[in-house]
């Protein structure tokens, strides 16, 4: 998804005074909101039909979880989903990270830092708060469950990957920017994408937390 002056977004969340909140706040900062949604399947419905740049999705809601509609979202190419959640959701995070989901950030999350997420993830990058990701990732790590995080890349270890993507999966495991691994191994942006396309295909990941909840269990 490229970036844009004023990225358009989807508010998916089942309390119609959040949206509310969420619309005020993201329109106060010049972003678009295009459309909302109370539950997962109508989350996916207006994601097809309205294809904004970023879903802000709510993972917690009746029916269709927020989960299952991130995988189709993602795998459809309907938009980005940027997951708000909160510090008892670590199994639902965990999902959302399969399913593909471009960034996570608390609920808490003052309205500065969501707004910025929204610009970043729209710009086709991720956000991964360390404060979700770094409990998120090493329970995963722990999980009994953790080689099933994706069959596809199943076997491929940091040997198989070049010295310099090893340098970039190293920065996606901080939670680095394409800007901030520009800047820090003295290389392109550009060049700074293509190796990190380059990462995720060789270990099939779908995103940047998927990248890093990947090399997280290889490395055990």
Same mark, same amino acid.
């Given at each position: 998804m490229t970036s844009a002056a004023s990225p358009r977004v989807l508010l998916a969340d089942d309390h119609g005074a959040i949206r509310e909140a969420l619309r005020i706040m993201l329109e106060a900062h010049g972003l678009t909101v295009v459309g909302e949604a109370a539950d997962g399947d109508v989350a996916v419905r207006n994601a097809a039909a309205l294809r904004p740049d970023v879903?802000?999705?709510?993972?917690?809601?009746?029916?269709?979880?927020?989960?299952?509609?991130?995988?189709?979202?993602?795998? &459809?190419g309907l938009g980005e989903v940027l997951v708000l959640t909160s510090f008892d959701e670590d199994e639902l995070v965990f999902g959302a990270i399969r399913a593909g989901a471009a960034g996570f950030l608390l609920k808490t999350a003052d309205a500065q830092t969501l707004v910025q997420a929204v610009r970043t993830v729209a710009a086709g990058e991720g956000v991964l708060d360390s404060r979700v990701t770094r409990r998120a990732l090493a329970?995963?790590?722990?999980?009994?469950?953790?080689?099933?995080?994706?069959?596809?890349?199943?076997?491929?270890? &940091?040997?198989?990957?070049?010295?310099?993507?090893?340098?970039?999966?190293?920065?996606?495991l901080r939670g680095w920017s394409n800007a901030q691994l520009s800047h820090r191994l003295g290389i392109s942006v550009p060049t700074v994408k293509t190796h990190v396309s380059n990462v995720l295909a060789k270990l099939g990941a779908r995103s940047r937390s998927h990248a890093a909840a990947l090399a997280r269990q290889r490395d055990r």
């Open positions: 879903v802000l999705m709510d993972l917690r809601m009746p029916g269709r979880d927020g989960v299952s509609a991130t995988r189709e979202i993602v795998e &459809r329970a995963i790590s722990n999980s009994p469950s953790a080689t099933d995080v994706d069959a596809t890349g199943e076997g491929v270890t &940091r040997a198989d990957l070049t010295a310099r993507e090893q340098e970039v999966l190293d920065g996606i």
